[in-house]
């Protein structure tokens, strides 16, 4: 019986449909699907937040500004996320093939014609995308981008477990070879084999362990703004950095030192990057 479960476990993956619905031959991925739901996600603790007051008395804006404000924010950040991830992806991973072929970037098609879907997105790309349409909306709306980002960071975690969920109905990003019994097989594999469930481990840990940490935190840090996007750059690259010894690397990346992948040292970047906005820039205490 034990060996029955273990069994239906192990071949999860293969029997999950990456489809959620198909209209002739247009289909709804269960990827998108996450995408949306993590947006969703943010949105309702971020209105959550409104409700009770949390970290925006001293902006002196009404709830319904605050309301108009997230939905505006959560556009930008959604457009600045697309275009940052898929241009990192061209840039950090395939950087050759996406120049020689650069309307690959944003063609639906393959090489031979056929309707595949734009694939191959790179978090630390959408990361940037973010920050930098953040960045952008907090300019045009003349807000503090520290006060913004610290309101809007303890949500963050949450949505990405939608999206790492999304990879695992989407049957990408598998880890990489395990003979564990919590080892999965994955449909997209050639070789067919158990593997970690990789995308599981970083919902977990990037999703909601770094979720919990910065919700309990939410209202204790946000006297200093901008340390609250500190911790999350620095929980991020933590964790992404041993996580990635889980994760298989794609045929076209190469391991750097024959060791470390290229998220691995975008996860170191990520803690260097926390340390210097810690130690090179003045936060106003009384900001929030």
């Not at 505006?72 to 950040?77: Q, R």
């Not at 020689?100 to 098609?109: G, L, M, R």
């Not at 901008?226 to 990635?244: A, D």
């Amino acid at each position: 019986m034990t060996g029955k479960i273990i069994g239906l476990y192990q071949h999860i993956p293969e029997n999950i449909n990456p489809a959620a619905f198909s209209i002739h031959s247009f289909s709804v991925r269960w990827y998108a699907i996450s995408y949306l739901a993590g947006f969703l996600a943010i949105y309702l603790l971020l209105k959550w937040r409104i409700r009770k007051g949390e970290g925006i008395s001293k902006l002196k804006l009404k709830d319904y500004e605050w309301q108009d404000i997230i939905l505006d924010l959560l556009f930008y950040s959604f457009i600045g996320l697309l275009l940052g991830a898929r241009l990192g992806y061209a840039v950090f991973y395939d950087f050759k093939y996406f120049l020689n072929n650069p309307i690959a970037i944003i063609s639906p098609f393959d090489k031979a014609g056929n309707l595949v879907g734009i694939y191959g997105m790179s978090y630390f790309g959408g990361l940037v995308g973010v920050v930098f349409s953040g960045w952008l909306y907090s300019m045009k709306k003349k807000i503090s981008f520290w006060q913004l980002a610290d309101f809007v960071i303890p949500a963050v975690p949450a949505g990405y477990f939608f999206g790492r969920i999304g990879n695992f109905l989407n049957g990408e990003l598998y880890g990489r070879p395990t003979g564990r019994t919590w080892g999965m097989y994955f449909p997209s594999d050639p070789l067919g084999i158990l593997r970690h469930p990789s995308q599981l481990y970083e919902a977990f840990f990037e999703g909601i362990i770094l979720f919990i940490i910065l919700w309990l935190l939410r209202n204790k840090l946000s006297v200093v703004s901008g340390r609250l996007l500190v911790i999350y750059l620095f929980g991020y690259g933590f964790f992404r950095f041993f996580l990635e010894f889980f994760r298989e690397s794609g045929p076209q990346i190469k391991l750097i030192f024959d060791f470390l992948t290229r998220g691995q040292i975008f996860s170191v970047i990520l803690v260097v990057a926390a340390a210097l906005i810690v130690n090179s820039c003045k936060f106003d205490k009384n900001e929030l």
